[in-house]
């Protein structure tokens, strides 16, 4: 993986522009389906405004300066400040250009790889990134749960169907959630306790008739696992703890640029609760087929946000939410790809 250069080809034109076409539509229409001059007459730009998206605006920031740090934690340093912002910006170029539900954990392992990092490493910065992603979730559902209740926490009428059956925000959830809870644990056992075995169950399962063709794949998983192992599994327990602040601080400013955005424009009384919709939110992002959760996105804003949000201004916040959070990186990620390759194909290998 560390050398295969199809890795580059996920950074194609034809990617980015479909995903910025993708959103720009369900914003549009969005917007449309809501328009009422009437709606905007009472609307003003202020300086209280500005001061709340700009607030907004230093949360994508504090978001992507604590997984600098995080990444700098766990590579021990070996990823300089300027080279871990270049990694972060098209890590998340690469999320947001991927779907969701694929995910674009093979190409973050590459692009730490292609920063002197060695393969073992790489692959235990990656996957331990995923892990404390998923600790973090786990670990915040029920505490925020504990505090907003869940009475208000679902909103009414979103449904969907799967595997033939009508399925309500709450069943989504609670299935996604116990999802996320069953495979840390399961990961976690792997990487502390039985990597060997893990493999070993991996292809067995992986070894019957009708998953046979993805036994390979289920080998090199298996084999990413045991290498993580070894890199993470006598890490003291302070190097967790500075992995975990940072995994807390990044997600908790993620999660604030939306009650900013809201800010910025109604006063708000119900932060935690809008805070805990997000978290309900993101199960739904989770499973997007688009990419980076384009258009899906939007219309899950629209979903269980609209509460909060004045008439006709929830297609117009869902954009701006979307303008300075997922968009940037389409646009960073295109100007430092080419120097990036530039540094790092033509150094010497470490």
Avoid at 310 to 332: D, H, K
Wanted: aromatic share 16%.
């Amino acid at each position: 993986m560390s050398q295969n250069p199809k890795a580059l080809q996920l950074f194609s034109p034809t990617r980015i522009w479909a995903t910025i076409f993708i959103g720009l539509a369900v914003a549009s229409y969005l917007m449309y389906q809501e328009y009422d001059p009437k709606n905007f007459e009472n609307l003003s730009w202020s300086w209280t405004a500005t001061l709340w998206i700009s607030i907004a605006v230093l949360m994508i920031a504090l978001r992507d300066f604590a997984y600098m740090v995080r990444i700098r934690v766990l590579t021990d340093n070996k990823i300089s400040w300027r080279n871990s912002f270049d990694t972060i910006m098209l890590w998340e170029f690469a999320s947001a250009i991927t779907p969701s539900v694929v995910g674009g954990s093979g190409v973050a392992i590459y692009i730490v790889n292609k920063e002197g990092v060695g393969l073992g490493r790489s692959t235990a910065v990656v996957l331990s990134s995923a892990f404390l992603d998923e600790l973090f979730y786990i670990i915040m559902v029920p505490t925020i749960i504990a505090i907003v209740g869940v009475s208000q926490l679902f909103p009414e009428g979103l449904q969907t169907e799967i595997l033939g059956g009508i399925w309500g925000t709450k069943d989504v959830f609670v299935l996604g959630y116990g999802f996320i809870l069953f495979l840390t644990s399961f990961i976690c056992y792997a990487i502390f306790f039985r990597p060997r075995g893990f493999k070993w169950l991996l292809l067995k399962v992986f070894s019957l008739p009708f998953l046979k063709k993805w036994r390979v794949q289920a080998g090199e998983t298996g084999d990413e696992i045991m290498l993580t192992s070894k890199e993470l599994r006598h890490k003291p327990l302070s190097f967790w703890l500075k992995a975990f602040g940072a995994t807390f601080l990044s997600w908790t400013a993620r999660f604030w640029v939306v009650n900013f955005i809201i800010l910025a424009f109604v006063s708000v009384d119900s932060h935690l609760l809008i805070y805990a919709r997000q978290l309900v939110m993101w199960v739904i992002l989770l499973i997007s087929p688009t990419p980076g959760g384009v258009g899906v996105a939007e219309f899950a804003f629209d979903g269980f946000l609209k509460v909060f949000i004045p008439l006709g201004f929830v297609g117009t916040l869902a954009f701006i939410w979307r303008l300075i959070s997922y968009y940037p990186y389409l646009f960073i990620g295109a100007i430092i790809l080419p120097r990036w390759v530039k540094r790092t194909h033509s150094a010497k290998k470490v």
